[in-house]
């Protein structure tokens, strides 16, 4: 993957987005890192063994890595039966298994038949190595990352509401909340108190807003603890695209922010892709190599990953790379540069939603006429192509009348494992430009 050297950090400041030039010697440590922080194995639903999705992701060229299962980190002596994995989908996994890892390595015991069928046959079950006993295998400095995490997997009534917490040092029981605002704060704040408590960054996410149509875009907005969020995730059955009533990820993703500068004064979210997977037998369900995000930080730790997430230096692909991006705030231009492949062609659309948008929203209803839970509908001025340029770079100067910008990249490019019908590579930018 590419290794550029960039010259430009980009933070936050007094509600503006700005830019540092850095020194010579800290352009010299800047690096792209390729990390997908939403991964699910056998420690919860997933289908295979840890050690067997970490090698995929490293045999991939990822440099980071996050196991998000379901209200369990990968600690402590936790069993499964070989048919567990095979109902889910596995292959052969344990063969594959002790292939890769070799039979000193893989832990078995047989378990005899409960006592209502003392005629059926043994059944075999695998111990789970935890993460500290299987992450030397693969941490390499500078070369390869594992992170621990936590997706806290909660809901309000039956409405799915489940947080990323990367980098966690104790489970976080979910914790629920009188409303789906309050379900995702509450868990939020946990992950705060716990950053505080323990000294440690931990970057907490909403995780796919439309699975199970649970979350709005005015949801998104309204919750402050939240920074950051899926725009991509590879899922599919997480509704990126949204359906004749409900609006897409990408939608929603300009509702809220809007809300949020124009309304709230409060600062944007920021987007991340991921993978979300749990199937690892050929491409069949959530599986690998949909989503992921590209990190710009001076060394691959957990803490300068998480500060350069948190100062919006990354962005997140379901395929594109980009060489560089850069917004100069006393140019007032965000720039974007491309890796194009040969034969494929791209598209640079710059979003954002002019400060004198028209305000008009309206509730959706049924057939009946009866509204519903979702996103309000708004008008064409939220979230507007503000520019589009055919190429592999392109520069959109502010007029200092839009309430922020960002950029997606669209390419012809199918993609190769598609969680959606016609999908094709992407990369979003996160927005800049922006004032409280």
């Excluded at 998480?306 to 965000?334: N, P, Q």
């Excluded at 008009?360 to 519903?372: F, L, P, R, T, Y």
């Excluded at 309000?376 to 100067?397: F, H, I, N």
């Excluded at 999908?423 to 430009?433: D, I, L, N, Y």
């Amino acid at each position: 993957m590419p290794r550029t050297l960039v010259t430009i950090a980009l933070f936050i400041a007094s509600g503006f987005t700005t830019v540092a030039i850095c020194t010579s010697a800290q352009a010299d440590e800047a690096r792209w890192y390729k990390g997908n922080l939403h991964t699910h194995s056998l420690w919860s639903d997933g289908n295979d063994f840890p050690e067997m999705i970490v090698d995929w992701y490293v045999q991939h060229d990822y440099d980071f890595l996050s196991l998000s299962d379901h209200n369990i980190l990968s600690r402590g002596e936790k069993w499964v039966g070989e048919e567990q994995a095979l109902k889910r989908g596995a292959i052969d996994g344990l063969k594959r298994y002790r292939a890769r890892f070799g039979d000193e390595w893989v832990e078995t015991r047989e378990k005899a038949p409960p006592a209502e069928t003392p005629n059926a046959a043994k059944t075999i079950e695998i111990r789970l190595k935890t993460l500290e006993e299987f992450s030397p295998l693969f941490d390499k400095p500078g070369e390869f990352l594992m992170i621990q995490a936590e997706e806290i997997t909660d809901h309000f009534g039956s409405l799915p509401i489940h947080i990323n917490a990367n980098n966690i040092v104790e489970l976080i029981r979910p914790l629920g909340g009188a409303s789906v605002r309050e379900t995702i704060a509450n868990n939020l704040i946990a992950v705060q108190q716990q950053s505080q408590r323990v000294g440690q960054p931990i970057l907490a996410h909403l995780n796919h807003p439309n699975f199970g149509y649970a979350v709005t875009a005015e949801d998104m907005a309204a919750v402050v603890q939240e920074k950051f969020f899926e725009v991509y995730n590879g899922h599919p059955d997480v509704h990126q695209l949204g359906d004749e009533t409900r609006a897409g990820i990408e939608r929603m993703w300009d509702i809220a922010n809007t809300i949020r500068i124009a309304d709230m004064k409060h600062p944007p979210l920021y987007g991340l892709g991921a993978d979300d997977s749990h199937h690892y037998f050929g491409n069949r369900g959530a599986s690998t190599g949909r989503g992921w995000v590209m990190v710009r930080a001076t060394e691959l730790t957990p803490e300068a990953l998480i500060r350069s997430m948190e100062a919006g230096d990354f962005y997140a692909s379901s395929g594109v790379t980009l060489t560089s991006h850069a917004f100069d705030s006393e140019k007032k231009t965000l720039s974007i540069s491309i890796a194009g492949e040969e034969g494929v062609d791209y598209v640079i659309e710059f979003i954002g939603t002019p400060i004198d948008y028209d305000k008009a929203s309206q509730a959706v209803v049924d057939k009946n006429g009866k509204e519903i839970t979702a996103t309000r509908t708004y008008s064409a001025d939220v979230g507007k192509v503000l520019a589009k340029v055919a190429g592999t770079s392109a520069t959109y100067e502010l007029t200092g009348k839009e309430l922020y910008v960002r950029a997606v990249v669209t390419s012809t490019k199918k993609h190769w494992n598609p969680s959606f019908d016609g999908q094709t590579e992407q990369a979003w930018t996160q927005p800049v430009g922006w004032k409280l």
